[in-house]
């Protein structure tokens, strides 16, 4: 007997039907024995039926409200799969992010999840109901609700499982499990049985939208093994562990991209101390995400400044680094949003040299232009223009054989 | 300047543009100087497209979690007309029941208030907010989310005003106020400037839908003055407030009349104490509400017991007394649901004798059959057959020259 957390997205709670799929699907886990919580997102559809009537209330939703709002999608959820579990003669009860105590902080519509309280849980669990716990939510310490922003349901999940000391969390989306890259880019992509946190944070952070990073990095951290598998089909999906229970491991494990990003570049900034931080500071407090961050020597005891955010933060992160950019006498910020990332990703890179060197070749041979690297112990992260992503993710596919299982190391 | 506590209802806020609406009238009290509360319904629809989902997924929805499911539309219209408030510069804040913890009992779907915290929404308005509220809902003691059934809205309206010792609390309305009957029955109902809660929580309870009647309960226990306006209109609406406040009394004040009950008679119950309770207290544990109770003596030392439920808790009710009947060796069991109950309402009877004698003439000059009556010290209600509905209600109005302003007592 195990405790397994699943996680169903919007679209395998989209209909009345689905939902009782998924009731039928929770059943057969109780009936081979094993306790069962389940996390679920709201019906497909309904964040953004919600969001649409926010924006015609308010030019920019204000951020606490926003959450009010969007959570009851969730909630919504939760009610109908737990009615859906007892017409099916299965004991079952739904939570609220509030109501199970997911403690964040205050950061609205992008929250972070500090604590849980497992109490009420565990003795539903012990009285023999399914727990349904809406995702995507949390309250803080002052009882206002916050949400944690999109495919923040994967978070939950995984820190609900990790707070439970769970066996297993299960997503369960519309695809099957993960890949060596994206099959509609690429059509002889082939799914992986496994594959190691660290890769999946990578591929995750460099643009695979199978899960949410933040729930890899919690299931790496608190080491919850992670299972994605589709709700639509039987299969045994991609499993996601720890390192040393990967046997057979390939030196690349996928090619990862990322359509979203945009690139911004401060140059000839006086090269002194607290540089990055008086740049990045201002857009952080903003809560806006950096991804890749570069910096070079420029001319004349300057230094050039590159980094890249969503493309949603785009305008709003050049209008402050503009005035940050004036404050420190820099000579120019520049930025280009039509570029893509593209990674290579495997943590059998740590032992085989040459694997940039191949990756920079392959795609000079392409003619592709590379206009920033960034470079992690498992991964390489190269910029390029939007307008090459297709051919440098079938061309990285086709070089490191990721369509071939055999090409592993013992 | 005063506290004013303003609720409206599912179709005063039926899309965004009415919001927006209720927004601008929000406004123009806190402009006049009033410090305000708003109580919302759910987006009119939006529960019955709830209770909707739920029903496709279970026969009789869970009652828990019936409440986690349709407080969710109540929670986004406070979202929503915070949004419109503070898009209009007005800073405002959302709560639901939870939130403001309106503590009730456990009741799911009819539960009571038991209590209200008013601190934090006291500390909003002190800082020169709109506090938005959730109407119809309230959570118990253990954190679950409860509702207070349909019409609830306005139950927390006035608890919440009567809580914060509110100087008025305004129900808005798709009527423009309380009328002498209902207008689609008898064209020449005429709308009322004042009434006393007494007379308001009979013309409730006989069938008069402008008002929830635990609202009128809790206004009078509180003595927090209650006025029904238009939310589509302006005007001064309806007055509820003491007697002692109202000036010019009439002697009658209204026809009430409800369709919506079904009267069950057990007969020939064997006469012994305990037998009301022994019949009722089973209806009263299933939380079914009972209107009117008769009690007779029938022949041979045995009792006649009438009384009258919803017409949605008919057939429930049936079975309920038919198995009370068997344990208490009544003769018979008896039901008539095609009956609709017609009163007439007023604190002048009191001062006035003959006004039942003047109605039951009336009545029997249209040959009208008159199968239950009850009285209480302000109404008098009779029971016929639903067809004589409309016949009654406008011979009444017309008796007791209800159309005239001038039927004034000094």
Do not use: W
């Not at 690349?252 to 991209?257: L, M, P, V």
């Not at 359509?259 to 903003?286: F, H, M, N």
């Not at 709003?316 to 000579?331: F, M, P, S």
């Not at 090459?388 to 190391?409: C, G, K």
Request: one cysteine or more; a negative charge.
């Amino acid at each position: 007997m195990a405790l397994i957390v699943q996680k169903y997205g919007g679209t395998s709670v989209g209909s009345v039907e689905r939902i009782g799929a998924v009731a039928d699907r929770v059943i057969r886990t109780c009936r081979a024995g094993h306790d069962v919580v389940v996390v679920v997102s709201a019906m497909s559809g309904e964040t953004n039926r919600l969001l649409d009537l926010a924006k015609q209330l308010q030019a920019r939703p204000n951020e606490r409200e926003l959450d009010a709002l969007v959570s009851t999608g969730e909630q919504v959820t939760t009610a109908l799969l737990s009615m859906a579990l007892l017409q099916r003669g299965q004991d079952a009860r739904s939570y609220t992010g509030a109501q199970v105590k997911i403690t964040t902080n205050s950061a609205f519509n992008k929250a972070r999840i500090q604590s849980i309280d497992t109490q009420a849980v565990m003795g539903d669990l012990a009285a023999g109901r399914v727990v349904v716990v809406a995702g995507f939510q949390g309250v803080n310490e002052k009882g206002d609700i916050t949400t944690l922003g999109r495919g923040g349901s994967d978070t939950s999940a995984v820190a609900i499982a990790a707070a439970l000391n769970a066996d297993e969390c299960q997503i369960y989306t519309d695809v099957d499990g993960v890949y060596t890259t994206d099959p509609r880019v690429e059509p002889r992509a082939r799914r992986l049985d496994r594959i190691t946190f660290e890769e999946m944070l990578e591929m995750a952070s460099s643009g695979s939208k199978v899960l949410q990073i933040r729930s890899v990095e919690f299931a790496g951290k608190y080491n919850v093994p992670l299972r994605v598998l589709s709700s639509f089909s039987d299969g045994a999906g991609t499993l996601i562990t720890m390192e040393d229970d990967v046997v057979e491991q390939a030196v690349i494990s996928g090619i990862a991209f990322n359509r979203d990003e945009a690139q911004l570049t401060v140059k000839g900034v006086p090269d002194s101390p607290g540089i990055a931080y008086a740049i990045l500071g201002p857009v952080a407090e903003a809560n806006i995400e950096v991804d890749m961050i570069l910096q070079n020597m420029g001319a004349d005891n300057t230094t050039d400044f590159t980094f890249t955010v969503q493309h949603v933060d785009y305008e709003k992160t050049l209008d402050i680094v503009r005035v940050q950019a004036e404050a420190l006498g820099a000579r120019e910020v520049s930025g280009n949003p039509k570029i893509v990332k593209v990674s290579v990703v495997g943590v059998g890179m740590r032992s085989h040299a040459g694997i940039a060197a191949k990756m920079f070749k392959v795609l000079a041979d392409e003619k592709i232009n590379i206009r920033m690297i960034s470079t992690s112990e498992i991964k390489i992260s190269v910029v390029v223009d939007d307008k090459y992503l297709e051919l440098a993710v079938r061309t990285l596919h086709d070089a490191f054989e990721l369509d071939a299982p055999s090409a592993l190391i013992g």
